[in-house]
């Protein structure tokens, strides 16, 4: 019983240092996102990455509306608006209709987005395949626990936090 309360205060530690880890771990991949856009004489808008996210979506699947930007990410849709206007004013998206639908507005990049939506691509390649390299060495059935284990967590996050979270990002 002592064994497993220790254990279990030892996750609750870990878990918490991985949060604040991920913290400077976010910080230092924004930051390191714009010197690699400055290298390659793109002005990036704000700090938000949440916005190279968007050009993310808008070129994985473009022509998309705001509709679909909006159930892609889970985002509110003030704040895909307010992203997308800042986006079009900086020029990194276009707006288009399509020739049977008048009404509906579509996104796509503009050659500066796709620029950046290269650059991003190119970024979460390379640390995908860090992360490959970091799991090689656990079994298959270490890694459905760890799996099942990040599912969970996702899920608890997911449904507890969601509401404060959802009301933060409208």
Known sequence: MEFQ????????EQYIRMLHLNELYTEHESNLFREQAQKHQID???NNITS?????????????????IVRKMKLSK???????????????IRRSQLNN?????????????RQVYHLHQKMHKEKEEKFYQFIESYTEAELQTIGK??????????TYYGQEVRGVLQ
């Open 44 to 46: 990036m808008l704000s």
């Open 52 to 68: 190279v996210h968007v050009m993310d979506c808008i070129g994985d699947h473009e022509p998309i509306n705001h509709t679909g």
């Open 78 to 92: 003030g704040n895909v608006t307010n992203i997308t206007s800042k986006l079009l004013e900086m020029d990194f």
């Open 149 to 158: 284990f990040i599912s969970d967590l996702v899920a608890r996050v997911e």
């Open 5 to 12: 309360k220790h254990l279990k205060g030892h996750l609750y």
């Open 101 to 113: 639908n008048r009404k509906e507005i579509y996104f796509s990049l503009t050659d500066k987005g």
